[in-house]
Structure formats: structure tokens, C-alpha cells
């Protein structure tokens, strides 16, 4: 099936440090969503980009759409406290049908105060 | 405006039981997908459904049902609980038709537990 690969699996960093996060895909993918996730709650959506090339920021947060459409970055300016998490990239393929998400594995994000 | 609500909270089953998972989209959407998540692991699809009918499915076995109501409510049926079961369970809701009618938008999930 497919597959998203997340790099890195985890970061442990200081308060104020930028932070990048990728993924890659084998197939080609028409959306990319980026998600943050906290301990026993759901997915929460942060970025959504939808044409290759795209570059979307939503507030400290920017996420690029790979001209590919095959991979996709995140990246974190001046980390604080609150940003620790798991971050998730998925996408519905354009192989099949655009009904279900594929999720990556997650980045685990570490902020040390 | 209501994000996507479910019911309950947590949840303690015994193997063999059967447990009935419920969520509510967010308003304005008519589209709802159910994925499971094991610990330390990304989502995984169950199915979607949209005007009361399943969509497509993800591969798991046919223990796993669901149901969407006329007013976009759905619930999730797992029959024959395993210990294996034992997972959050994540509703999302989105709206097709609409540009990015794809994103979905994730309630805050019921914790299964099996024993």
C-alpha cells in the first residue's frame, strides 16, 4: 500500500530554535495536509496545501508543496514550549480515490523551556 | 460553529463484546471517515461514508461496521472485540464537492480499551 516516509521520527530542541520536518511519498499526492497531534486528543489541522509549488505559513508555521507533489516540508520558526507534539503529514493519493488519508509516522517534537 | 464531536470519551470493553463508537461532523460537512490509531503509530483508514453509504474501506475486517444517519451523525460497530482493538479511535469529517473538500477535520477520538 502506499506509504509516507517522516523525517525526523524525533527532535529534542531549545525554546527559539527553527525547526524542519519532511515528507516523501513514492506516488504522487494532489493534497498535503500537515496535522499536529497532543497526548489522547485528535489530529489538529495546521496547514493544507493543494498545488505543487505552494508555500502556505499559518502563523510561526510554513508548509511547502513539493513540485513533485511527491514530497512536502514543515517548518517551525522560534520553537516555544506549546509546539511540543506529534506532527503528521498525510494526503489523500491521486492513484485511486481521494476518499482516505494516508498518515506518515509522525515527527515527535520536543521543546526544552 | 461545532467541530466534530464523539461520544464517549473512553471506553472499557471485554474480548467477545461489542462496542458502538458515535460522532458528529462539523457543521456545514456531510462526509465522515473513522481511522484507528495504536499507540506510537500514524491514523489508519477504516472507511468513509457519504449519503448513508460506505465509500470505500480501508483494509479491515468486516468485525468493523458503521452507519451514517440522514443528518450526517455516523457510528462506528466493532463486533467481536480483540485485545488488538485497543486503540483511539478517530472520526473526521469533510465536505466533497467543495475546493480541498479532501481536508479532513478530526474530532478528539475515543479511547477503546480492551481487556
Known amino acids: 500500500g502506499q506509504q509516507l516516509n517522516q523525517s525526523p521520527q524525533s527532535m529534542f530542541i531549545q525554546e527559539g530554535e527553527d525547526v524542519s520536518m519532511n515528507c516523501t511519498s513514492s506516488?504522487?499526492?494532489?493534497?498535503w495536509l500537515w496535522y499536529k497531534q497532543d497526548p489522547g486528543e485528535g489530529p489538529v489541522l495546521l496547514i493544507a496545501l493543494y498545488k505543487a509549488g505552494e508555500l502556505t505559513s499559518n502563523g510561526r508555521l510554513t508548509a511547502q508543496f513539493g513540485t513533485t507533489r511527491k514530497d512536502s516540508f514543515l517548518n517551525i520558526s522560534a520553537s516555544i514550549p506549546s509546539d511540543v507534539g506529534i506532527y503528521f503529514c498525510a494526503g489523500p493519493n491521486s492513484g485511486g480515490s481521494n476518499y482516505k488519508l494516508t498518515f506518515g509516522k509522525g515527527t515527535l517534537l520536543t521543546v526544552n523551556p | 460553529d461545532a467541530g466534530v464531536t464523539q461520544s464517549p470519551t473512553h471506553l472499557i470493553k471485554t474480548r467477545g463484546q461489542q462496542v458502538t463508537l458515535r460522532c458528529s461532523p462539523k457543521s456545514g460537512h456531510d462526509t465522515v471517515s473513522w481511522y484507528q490509531q495504536a499507540l506510537g503509530q500514524g491514523p489508519q483508514f477504516i472507511f468513509q461514508y457519504y449519503e448513508e453509504e460506505e465509500r470505500q474501506r480501508g483494509n479491515f475486517p468486516d468485525r468493523f461496521s458503521g452507519h451514517q444517519f440522514p443528518n450526517y451523525s455516523s457510528e462506528l460497530n466493532v463486533n467481536a472485540l480483540l485485545l488488538g482493538d485497543s486503540a483511539l479511535y478517530l472520526c473526521?469529517?469533510?465536505?466533497?464537492?467543495?475546493?480541498?473538500?479532501?481536508?479532513?477535520?478530526f474530532g478528539p477520538g475515543t479511547r477503546l480499551t480492551v481487556l
Open positions: 473526521a469529517s469533510s465536505r466533497l464537492g467543495l475546493a480541498g473538500g479532501d481536508t479532513q477535520y
Open positions: 506516488s504522487i499526492f494532489n493534497t
